[in-house]
């Protein structure tokens, strides 16, 4: 039995896991939908029918219907086919052009992405209407989805989906879509009157996709209520914070969770011993030990076990661990490093793996395997983020039973509580400003409280792995949410 009204919600994003993922934004098209299902949610996820989707889905995809769709300024029309496809209570519907999605990879380069997301905003509300499926909500993710809300409210004005409320969640706020004015206004078709300065105009010659659609949108989300309110700032908005400001009235964080099906140490098969909260301090034992062995370090279980799991990128504040990580090295510490991005990181990495033998260990590569152990066999997870608009590994780390230790901005800020040494209360370390020092201070708390008073330690250990970090609960603020609209 469910307590809250029913409602009916269209997502509308360019990917989605298991069919095809880039990023974080795929993960989060797979996950929230189920779990809306089970909040009493009708939920249908609407998705581009790229050539790269696996096989194995694309012969389970049955026809639903296909129409031409005027696109263009000038008429110009294009055939849209849906094609269907049902998982565990969501519906899958798949626009279906070859012009558009026959490239190898979802993103090629603007000059096509532009015409191609143009097509798909208004495919995907032309098939909610062809389909006669009218829903509460239609839940719009990233630039590539933006110009829903401006479709819905200019074009489709008059069609009963106009009934519908609509939200942009904001995933990543570095790709915008951006082109010039005539472009777009060519491509999509849409009134001059939405460009605007208020609305997709900016810099007077460009048009801007997310832009138009927070003007256009019911409410904005962002992935941490601390990234919303960053993002209104110059330093993280990029270039969108004063629009952003004036927006504020309807824009709100809610974190992401993670998936606690492929990421739970009772039932994961990639480690070497399954654990959970009741035997985790002698298992996560057993879990450092194999780590050592397989990595090649000296294998001690009463070494301190620092892992870091990242892209190697100037985003995840890997200069600040750069510069202090020989004063990290004393003897009764070690560093696991798993990543793959800008070479300057993966050379020095590797530099350090050499200087500290047995200590110090860096696998520049991608491995979900790995990643599993780290989580399990490390004391303690780095993530010292220049800005972080949610962070995933984080939240995987104290479920697994490893403490994290955090720079405080986005996500980390929410979903990491400091430790609190007079009320024996907290989840990890964290630091504020974006400086080598204070993480070396910060590594160095965790240290003396592992060192010293490892009762405290081990408590805390067991309160991370007690933290929800579901999608349950992120679920239940985007239904709240839908409630609110509707
Ligand atoms: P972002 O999306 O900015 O890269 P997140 O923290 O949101 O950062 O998510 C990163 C995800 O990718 C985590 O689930 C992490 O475990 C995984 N990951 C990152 N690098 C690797 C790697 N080299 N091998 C395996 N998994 C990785």
Known sequence: MYSTPRRSVAFIGSECYPFVKTGGLGDVMYAL???????????KVILPRYKCIPWEYQEKMVYRGAFQMDLCADGRSFYVGIM???????????????????????????????????????AALAALNYLDWIPNVIHCHDWQAALVPVYLRTLFADTRLNSAK???????????????????????????YVFNKDALTVNWLDANMFKGGLTYSNAITTVSPTYAWEIQTPEYGETLDAHLRYHAGKLRGIVNGIDCETWDPWTDSRLPVNYDITNV??????????????????????KFVIGLISRLTDQKGLDLLNAILPQVIDGNTQVVVLGTGDKVYEDSFRYYENAYKGTVCSNIMYDETRAHRIYAGADALLVPSRFEPCGLTQLTAMHY????????????????EPYNQFAN??????????????????????????????????????????????????????????????
């Open 33 to 43: 939908p189920r779990a809306l299902v089970r909040q009493n949610c009708d939920v």
């Open 84 to 122: 269907e496809y049902v998982r565990d209570g969501v519906v899958y519907d798949f626009i279906d052009n070859e012009e558009f999605f026959s490239w190898g990879s979802p993103y090629t380069n603007l000059v096509d992405d532009i015409p191609k997301f143009c097509y798909f905003a208004k």
């Open 166 to 192: 609509t939200i942009l969640t904001i995933h990543n706020l570095k790709f915008q879509g951006v082109y010039n004015i005539p472009t777009v206004k060519y491509w999509s078709g849409l009134p001059d």
């Open 281 to 302: 301090l002698d298992r996560k034992k057993e879990n450092k030990r194999a780590l050592q062995e397989e990595l090649g370090l000296f294998q001690d279980d009463g």
């Open 401 to 416: 039973g490893t403490v994290p230790i955090v720079r405080e901005t986005g996500g980390l800020k929410d979903t990491v």
């Open 425 to 486: 209360t907290g989840n990890g370390f964290t630091f504020d400003r974006y400086d080598a020092g204070l993480l070396l201070d910060a590594i160095n708390r965790a240290k003396t409280l592992y060192f010293t008073n490892r009762w405290c330690w081990d408590e805390m250990v067991q309160r991370d792995m007690d933290k929800d970090v579901s999608w349950d609960r992120s679920a239940q603020q985007y239904r709240d949410l839908y409630l609110e609209l509707t």
